[in-house]
Each structure stands twice: as structure tokens, then as C-alpha cells.
């Protein structure tokens, strides 16, 4: 299987499933006819998630926003590769979807492309950072990789297989996408980590976790990390840059110009859902990987 090289510069869903679901919407959108017509859709779902049961002043049941390409109602056959997107703290899962960018409008423009290998997006309503080892970071980890990927994959027409699966998140949800997806190569094959919150402060430990588990971050398909000149975590996601050389781990690194907010749009448009299209497989896109 081809990887990415180095680069240092640049609804009842049954019990026997831990998610349940309460879920409004329906197609709309604006977006450009895909295969068999229609339009693109913004559902919102509630998923309930038994990893978090425990866990004291959080609400088991959690807010999901998911995107449904165009071609999705129109082509009953068709199964689709799913990019997992988690906000940063404070956010809700409605992020991108209008607060902080406009993913349906990209996705939208970008499914109607010859070659772009149109994906479902699901966001999560948001998570607290989750670096360490305690109870609740694992639960929660727990939540993202069990839960709520067990609850898609049910609901939906998904590829249900880690080289279809990608990860990515912005700020605290990017440094959330570092944990779990170290932690959860056989999940998820790809990475995207935007703006990572990786402050100085914490970034010992997260430089430990990386070490200890260098070998399933080298299980990954792809891994992709930006962040901004002007960004508060750069020296830490430098020190993260170095640490992946050091260890052989291959990754792409890119720093632009600007902080961390104000070229996310851009950045989901032109780097993001790009980046997935290639590197997660998908039946109707030839030059993707092969489907496992």
C-alpha cells in the first residue's frame, strides 16, 4: 500500500449498539446534483453514548451535525468513506456548518469535480481536551472510536473499514485527533490535525504519548498537520514536527500565514476535504486506496 512521504516543511438502532439515536432533518442545501440527482443534507442527531455514562456533569447523549453528499439519496447503491470532524472546546457540532465555516458549500462545489471522492462528514457536539490517562479521557476517546463510529455505521450507507475512515479536528479537537488517533490506528487510517492546542505547557506529555505509541501512528494511511504563524501552539507544534521526524513517523507539516481562526474556511476547502478525498478509499474514486 502506496503512503504518504515524509514532509518537514510544508432511526432505532438496536441495544446491542452503544449509540442510540432521537435525530431531526432531512435533505436540503443548496448543493449541485450528484449522481442521481438531489441535493446535498445537514442532519443533526442525538447519540447517545454509553462510554460516557460515567462521567460526572456530562450529558451521555451528544449532538451530532453530519453532512450527506448530494449523490447520497439519489444513489442507493453507494457506499461512502466518512470523515470524523471534532470542534474545538467551546464549539458545538454545529461549527462548521455556519459558526466557523461553511463545510456544505465546500463539499458541495468540491463533490461536483471530476475525481473528488465525496465523503460523509460527522461533527460531534464538542469534547474537552482529552491529553491525559484518566477515566474520563478514555471514555471519551471511547465515545468517538466505539460509540458514535458504531452508530454511522449503522444509520448510514458507509465504507465500514479503517482505510475509509479519517480523522480530523480543529484547535482542541485537533489535539483531540493526535490522542485518539495514536491510540486508535485500527479505527481510523488518516489524520488531519488543524491548529492543533497543543500549549507548551502540556506539551511534555504529549511528546511522551507520541513516543509510546510511534508504532501505531506508522499504521496510519496519512497525516496531515497546518497551523498558523501567528498561532500560540506554533513552537509546540513544531516540537510535535520534530518529534514525528524523529521518529520516522510520515506526515505532512504546513504553516500559513495567519492565526487560528482566520483561514479556516479556506483551509477546510482547499487542504481538508482534498486531503481526504485522496487518501481515504472509496469505490467510486479509482485513484484512492484500495478498499480493505
Given at each position: 500500500?502506496?503512503r ?19 435525530g ?13 440527482g ?11 453514548g454509553?462510554?460516557l ?5 456530562e ?24 470523515v ?23 463539499a ?13 462528514v ?36 458507509t465504507?465500514?473499514?479503517r482505510?475509509?475512515r479519517g ?7 485537533g ?26 505547557g ?30 500560540p ?32 474556511n ?21 485513484t484512492?486506496p484500495?478498499?480493505?
Open positions: 500500500m502506496k504518504l512521504g515524509i514532509s518537514v516543511c510544508a432511526v432505532i438502532v438496536s441495544a446491542t449498539l452503544a449509540g442510540r439515536v432521537q431531526q432533518g432531512g435533505f436540503r442545501g443548496g448543493g449541485p446534483g450528484g449522481a442521481g438531489g441535493a446535498s443534507a445537514i442532519e443533526h442527531v442525538t447519540v447517545h454509553s462510554a455514562d460515567g462521567i460526572r456533569g450529558s451521555a447523549d451528544r449532538q451530532v451535525t453530519i453532512y450527506l453528499p448530494a449523490s447520497y439519496r439519489g444513489d442507493q447503491a453507494r457506499r461512502y468513506p466518512v470524523y470532524l471534532l470542534p474545538g472546546s467551546g464549539d458545538r457540532d454545529n461549527a462548521f456548518t455556519g459558526p466557523l465555516a461553511n463545510l456544505q458549500a465546500s458541495d462545489r468540491l463533490g461536483s469535480a471530476a475525481g473528488f471522492s465525496s465523503p460523509i460527522v461533527a460531534p457536539n464538542a469534547l474537552p481536551p482529552i491529553a491525559g490517562n484518566d477515566s474520563n479521557a478514555t471514555a471519551w476517546e471511547k465515545f468517538i472510536a466505539e460509540d458514535l463510529v458504531a452508530f454511522i455505521d449503522m444509520r448510514y450507507r465504507i465500514a473499514g482505510i475509509s480523522l480530523a479536528g480543529y484547535s482542541t479537537g489535539s483531540n485527533v493526535l490522542r485518539i488517533g495514536m491510540k486508535r490506528s485500527g479505527v481510523f487510517s488518516s489524520l488531519y490535525m488543524m491548529s492543533p492546542d497543543l500549549q507548551p502540556a506539551n511534555a506529555e504529549w511528546l511522551m504519548m507520541v513516543e509510546s505509541n510511534a508504532e501505531n501512528l506508522k499504521k496510519c494511511y496519512a497525516i496531515a498537520i497546518d497551523i498558523g504563524s501567528k498561532d501552539s506554533l513552537a509546540a507544534a513544531r516540537q510535535l514536527k520534530e518529534a514525528l521526524v524523529r521518529l520516522k513517523v510520515p506526515h505532512s507539516y504546513e504553516e500559513y500565514d495567519g492565526d487560528s481562526t482566520n483561514r479556516l479556506e483551509r477546510i476547502d482547499r487542504n481538508l476535504l482534498p486531503f481526504f478525498s485522496k487518501v481515504l478509499a472509496a469505490s467510486a474514486n479509482p484512492s484500495a478498499v480493505q
